[in-house]
């Protein structure tokens, strides 16, 4: 949705206002992000951390459940929860005390421990996959599926929708603007020839994805089951049985990404819709905030994989290696603290709670929306919520394009974290742990009509 001039004007003025007041109530955040200047490439630890709307992050004391506190003393409700990686809360008690107890045992090893079996089991019953790898990262993850994939089809392409994210993962680094194949959300240009080794379609294009893959060079086609990292752009009904239907006829591998869609229920989107992805890859939360990711395997595609790397091997030591994972990756205490995140955290009863107040807060948020006749809407999946200044949920990158208002988002995250709110700084997606109180949710949807009323006086909506 286009705005005036005057509007934007407007906006960037309440933004600036809301940054001083940011900067005004943070003093010793700002001044070790001055400092942060002096070592850091991008001024902190990741590059990432500079996205927040005040100017500059806060600085993180302490970090517990849904609550987080700065070292300016200001207490926060925390809905962004590591964008995804804290959807256990910070520091549950179960993973707490498995990473203790593993910690005094050993950590790394290059050898497995008694609790992979357990993970492995719950692994198979939860997502219904019979063979998993783990990783330290979803990008990893996600590198691994895609090398995998090109193994055995001997392809070279992978083929995203528009609008997506998947970590660090060069094929992935591609979007359609004006029907135009483009390198995503300002990423700069390395080299790397992405025609050569991406195909992107827009989300919902059957006809797009169908010709994409009629070509026969994609090795697979990387996808979430409902876009979460451009807004949220749910799948038309029938997407998914077509999109199944099309790669197993033109023979690309079907990897699903669950890394943020695992708030969906245990079992993630795909459980709970009944998808069959080929590979599942899902990270983030997965060891409770301890870095770790998995990908899991369809009996037929690791038939496949075996085929080229044999299982068994005599001369094992001689054996080709995948050219995937890593040192660490699958280490005891990733391990030790997937296994209390499965069995403890991540429970049936857990997921109903906080899928609970994600409705809650969905709803509240629809209220307000409709109370002030605005045009805009709330997606939820599951723990996730998300609301987007559009009048109806977006079928394609090119719909969130066309109407996001991404200077509003900027002043709506401002007003948030000066309200003791935080949500992740890349859009206005709010997660639930199993901490998250009702409390916290009506305590959005005070600062929410606050900021509504805002926009009002300063007739901007
Ligand atoms: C869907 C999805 N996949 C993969 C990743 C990458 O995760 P990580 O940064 O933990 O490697 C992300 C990160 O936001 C994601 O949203």
Redesign the pocket.
């Known amino acids: 949705m286009t705005m005036t001039k005057a509007e934007d004007q407007t906006i960037d003025a309440l933004l600036d206002a809301e940054q001083a007041r940011f900067l005004n109530d943070h003093p010793r955040s700002a001044a070790a992000w001055q400092k942060g200047q002096q070592h850091y490439l991008f001024g902190g630890p990741s590059h990432w951390m500079r996205r927040w709307a005040g100017g500059f992050p806060i600085y993180v004391e302490s970090a517990q459940g849904a609550r987080l506190q700065d070292i300016d003393g200001r207490a926060y409700v925390d809905f962004c929860l590591g ?3 804290a959807m256990c809360g910070h520091t549950p008690a179960p993973v707490l005390r498995a990473a203790h107890m593993q910690l005094a045992r050993g950590t790394t090893m290059m050898l497995p421990t008694e609790d992979s079996l357990w993970v492995g089991e719950e692994l198979t019953r939860r997502f219904g996959l019979p063979y998993w790898t783990l990783t330290t ?6 590198r691994g599926a895609i090398r995998i994939a090109r193994m055995i089809t001997g392809r070279r392409k992978v083929l995203v929708f528009s609008g ?6 060069e094929e992935a680094h591609v979007e359609l603007r004006d029907g135009k194949v483009g390198l995503r959300n300002m990423i700069h240009p390395n080299g790397v020839d992405h025609g050569a080794v991406s195909k992107v379609v827009e989300f919902n294009d059957l006809e797009a994805l169908e010709k994409g893959l009629a070509e026969g060079d994609v090795a697979c086609v990387l996808m ?1 089951p409902i876009m ?2 451009f807004g949220m752009i749910p799948p038309l009904e029938g997407f998914h049985a077509a999109v199944r239907d099309m790669t197993r006829r033109t023979g690309s591998v079907l990897v699903i ?5 695992l708030s969906s229920g245990p079992g993630g989107y795909t459980a709970l819709h009944g998808l069959e992805p080929d590979i599942l ?1 899902a ?2 939360a997965i060891a409770g905030g301890i ?1 770790a ?1 998995l990908f899991g395997l369809t009996r037929e595609i690791a038939e496949r994989v075996w085929k080229l790397v044999p299982r068994v091997n005599p001369r094992i030591r001689q054996s080709a290696h995948l050219g995937i994972g890593g040192t660490l990756a699958g280490n005891a205490l990733t391990v030790a603290t997937m296994r209390a995140v499965l069995s403890e955290v991540l429970t049936p009863a857990n997921y109903e709670i906080m899928i609970g107040l994600a409705s809650r807060l969905a709803e509240d948020a629809r209220v307000i929306i409709s109370a002030h006749q605005l045009p805009w809407h709330v997606t939820q999946v599951g723990a996730r919520a998300e609301i987007m200044f559009m009048p109806s949920p977006p079928k394609s990158g090119a719909d969130v394009i066309a109407g996001r208002r991404a200077n509003l988002e900027t002043l709506l995250h401002a007003f948030y974290i000066n309200e003791g709110i935080l949500v992740t700084p890349f859009h206005t997606m709010f997660l639930m742990c199993p901490a998250t109180e009702a409390a916290d949710v009506a305590r959005h949807a005070d600062v929410f009509e606050r900021f509504v009323k805002l926009l009002r006086k300063a007739s901007v909506v």
């Open positions: 964008d995804t990686g990262s979803a990008t990893d993850a996600n997506c994210y998947h970590g660090g993962v979430e979460t990292n990404d669950e890394t943020h869609t890859v990270g983030k870095p990711a």
